[in-house]
């Protein structure tokens, strides 16, 4: 199927649009306590200045927290937001700049843009304004630059931090910090979470939570049996649950049913993974 195509089935379905897209869309975020939780977590690291991390499995929802977020910023803060941490500290300094500012620094020396960030820093608090920096996939960043950004967050005045740092990123961060030599940055993190994925109850009502926002008035149903195997087969990621929603939807389409059957989540599987 084409974009098209698919667009006539959701509609056919009684959708608006595709209920069980991947992307992190944050018109999609589902509440759930965990989650919730997660974000708490890191609006308070951002309100009191603490350095602040989460992390989590691939696909449980770390970036869709992350940019609800950024969509609902507490008052008086300007973000920073890391998406590609794969880069040098110099590049990584840049890109913190270019943010705050919306404008590209010239002289691309550490020095450099270590002094004029502290200078945009002070005139934002002179502003009210604070500034918190989100590395997303912040397991991929070398001890050295953990190390850089580190030393950055040191510049604070006689009575507050100028800036503070909140890490994203899969478990491996947490082993990385656990190193001996980066000791001094693992002590300084004050709140920590980590997301699960979901258990049987959350991925149902996960699943309903999709249907009821992209579909308020259809009348295509996952059945309760559907929803057990497809948190079976998924282990309860939000994004494997997803990839087999979806698989599972076009099936019952293409067999002219408002209603999932567990054949059709059996065949999403297959067709996402190859197994038999």
């Known amino acids: 199927m084409d974009g098209r195509d ?13 209920p069980f897209q991947v992307t992190p ?22 309100a009191s200045g603490e350095l602040t991390m989460l992390t989590g499995e691939v696909g449980v929802g770390k970036t869709l927290v ?3 977020l950024l969509r609902h910023p507490p008052k008086g803060v300007r973000f920073a937001y890391l998406l590609n941490p794969d880069q040098s500290y110099a590049d990584l300094l840049g890109s913190i ?27 934002l608090a002179g502003n009210g304004e604070r500034v918190a920096v989100l590395v997303d996939e912040a397991h991929r960043l070398s001890g050295k630059v953990l190390e850089g950004l580190r030393l950055l967050s040191n510049l604070d005045t006689e009575k507050e931090k100028l800036m503070c740092l909140v890490f994203v990123g899969q478990p491996e961060l947490e082993r990385t910090l656990s190193r001996h030599a980066l000791r001094p940055l693992s ?4 709140t920590r979470f980590r997301l699960k994925p979901f258990n049987c109850r959350e991925t ?27 948190h079976y087969l ?8 997803n990839q087999l929603c979806h698989r599972a939807l076009l099936a019952a389409f293409a067999s002219h049913r408002f209603e999932v059957s567990l054949g059709m989540v059996l065949r999403a ?6 197994l038999p």
């Not at 002590?187 to 004050?190: N, P, V, W």
């Open 6 to 18: 698919l667009n006539v089935c959701y509609e056919e379905l009684g959708f608006t649009e595709a």
């Open 25 to 46: 869309d944050t018109d999609y975020f589902f509440p759930s306590q965990q989650h919730l939780h997660a974000l708490e977590h890191l609006q308070f690291g951002v």
């Open 66 to 68: 992350c940019r609800y």
């Open 97 to 123: 700049y270019q943010d705050l500012t919306g404008q590209v620094h010239q002289d691309r020396s550490i020095g450099a843009l270590q002094r004029t960030l502290s200078h945009v820093l002070l005139e």
């Open 187 to 190: 002590q300084r993190i004050s």
């Open 204 to 230: 149902m009502a996960y699943i309903r939570h999709r249907l009821l926002v992209t579909g308020p008035g259809t009348r295509f149903r996952f059945p309760p049996g559907a929803m057990i195997l497809t």
């Open 234 to 241: 998924s282990g309860g990621v939000p994004r494997r649950i």
């Open 269 to 274: 599987r297959r067709e996402i993974t190859g």
